[in-house]
């Protein structure tokens, strides 16, 4: 596996059912916590950046926040205006690479990057360089939040329970996951196989970089974003560092 490609087959029309139990009233709670932070009466424009199959952006948009959304990913670009289309929702979609923003200069009031759609690049200067695109897309003032696993307890559940499996669409079939951390514990890596009638077929790769709560802090920071609220998981719980579920970050450009 080449790390600087897994991103651009794994999100596949599979990717859905690999990810079922992430569905829309997880999107919606994460929603309704960024909502309760920002400006009474906030209208947006929004970016939900990495939106895959839309469940944020169409959460947003059931707020009342003015969202389009982008992600690389055809597939989950189709879901999502399938699924803007069942829920009567106007959801401008843009395919992009999250490092290089086809958008202009100051245009959102909110960029969103929920569920762990970060860490994604082989070097620490591809990742930030998405933060630095974030700000650049931000008006002065403007909001940004990233939604992040937290890396102490990801390492800690990747040694107590690295193998899964779960009932694929194919009949027959069985979806095998192996967790693991890289030998220089920098990275979660992730391997999926799906077998039917007990022989290996598609085989899924996952590549995300470890960062802590600080080190995103400081990347935020560098990028001209000053973060404002931390929250461990979808209720607003604080985040600590060492046992919090989740890293939530809510920042503001200066």
Request: include cysteine; proline fraction near 6%.
């Amino acid at each position: 596996m080449k790390l600087g490609e897994w991103y651009e087959t794994a999100f596949d029309a599979d990717y859905l059912q690999r990810y079922s139990h992430r569905n829309r009233e997880e999107a919606e709670r994460g929603v309704r916590l960024l909502a309760r932070h920002l400006p009474e009466g906030f209208r947006g424009p929004a970016f939900d950046l990495c939106c895959g199959a839309g469940r944020h952006a169409l959460a947003l948009r059931e707020a009342g926040i003015a969202t389009t959304g982008g992600d690389l990913s055809h597939p989950l670009l189709r879901s999502a205006a399938r699924a803007a289309a069942g829920a009567g929702h106007s959801l401008p979609l843009v395919r992009l690479d999250m490092r290089h923003l086809p958008l202009r200069d100051r245009v959102f009031r909110l960029v969103t990057n929920f569920f762990t759609a970060f860490g994604y690049f082989e070097t620490d200067e591809e990742n930030f360089a998405v933060l630095a695109e974030v700000a650049r897309v931000l008006e002065p003032g403007g909001w940004f939040l990233l939604d992040f696993l937290n890396r102490e307890p990801a390492l800690h559940a990747t040694k107590q329970t690295p193998h899964e499996r779960f009932p694929s669409e194919t009949p027959g079939g069985v979806w095998l996951i192996q967790r693991s951390i890289s030998p220089d514990g920098r990275r979660a890596l992730k391997h999926q196989q799906e077998w039917v009638d007990g022989v290996p077929g598609r085989e899924v790769w996952e590549s995300v970089r470890l960062y802590s709560p600080a080190e995103l802090e400081q990347a935020i920071a560098r990028s001209g974003l000053a973060v404002v609220h931390r929250w461990g998981d979808y209720t607003g719980e604080p985040l600590d560092p060492e046992a919090s579920s989740r890293c939530i970050l809510l920042a503001r450009r200066q």
